[in-house]
């Protein structure tokens, strides 16, 4: 069964310490997202990667980090540079469009 | 500079009535058109999109939209509601590279009443 997994579905931490986000698909694309989704704001691009080994910056990459060492897996690192980490995160991967996991709620207090 | 509008954020319809959620984008080159839904704290799914050929695309779940070059609209229709159609709706633009960086509107909530 193919698809986008997320982990977890919701995760607390607390402010200044950095936290790790789970994206993996099995939908064999090259291509991966991370957006993020705060209310009445759409999806804003985080960081992309279109091929394993390399990324680019989305329009908020401040704050966050990425790594994509296998084409399968694609985490996001929220770093305690990131101001306001409290928000809905999405996965998403690509051949022709886009298909979606089913994010991660982070709070940080 | 590219752009997509959803100009309607919050829409009632009862239910069995016609829906229309609209979508403009801006920037001239030809896009590549999609239709998201979203229910609450899921991710998104895909309802439509819309890369060439014939400007009347079928979704999922009853679905349609128009590509309207004219207009520079991507409408989303569907000719009878369902109660379990209640969920956030976002039309998404990309250019050049297609799905690679997609342009988000801000979404459309739809409400369906009895």
């Known amino acids: 069964d193919g698809g986008i997994t997320q982990s977890p579905k919701y995760l607390f931490r607390k402010e200044g310490q950095n936290v790790t986000l789970s994206c993996e698909q099995n939908?064999?694309?090259?291509?991966m997202y991370w957006y993020r989704q705060d209310p009445g704001q759409g999806l804003r691009l985080i960081y992309y990667?279109?091929?394993?080994?390399?990324?680019q910056k989305g329009d908020i990459a401040e704050g966050y980090s990425v790594s994509r060492e296998k084409k399968e897996s694609f985490p996001l690192t929220v770093t305690s540079a990131q101001k306001n980490p409290t928000a809905f995160y999405l996965c998403?991967?690509?051949?022709?469009?886009?298909?979606f996991g089913p994010g991660t709620r982070l709070t940080v207090t | 500079a590219q752009s997509v509008t959803q100009p309607d954020i919050h829409i009632t319809v009862s239910e069995g009535a016609s829906l229309e959620l609209r979508c403009n984008y801006s920037?001239?080159?030809?896009?590549?058109l999609f239709w998201y839904v979203q229910s609450p704290g899921q991710g998104l799914q895909l309802l439509l999109k819309?890369?060439?050929?014939d400007t009347l695309v079928q979704g999922i779940k009853g679905f349609e939209a128009e590509f309207k070059r004219s207009q520079s609209s991507f409408n989303l229709r569907k000719p009878s509601v369902h109660w379990s159609d209640a969920a956030e709706y976002f039309c998404?633009?990309?250019w050049g590279t297609g799905a690679n960086n997609l342009f988000f509107g801000t979404g459309t909530r739809l409400t369906v009443i009895p």
């Open positions: 998403a991967s690509s051949r022709y469009e886009q298909y």
């Open positions: 939908l064999n694309h090259d291509a």
């Open positions: 990667s279109q091929i394993v080994n390399d990324f």
């Open positions: 920037y001239g080159a030809t896009p590549y």
């Open positions: 819309y890369f060439s050929g």
């Open positions: 998404a633009v990309g």
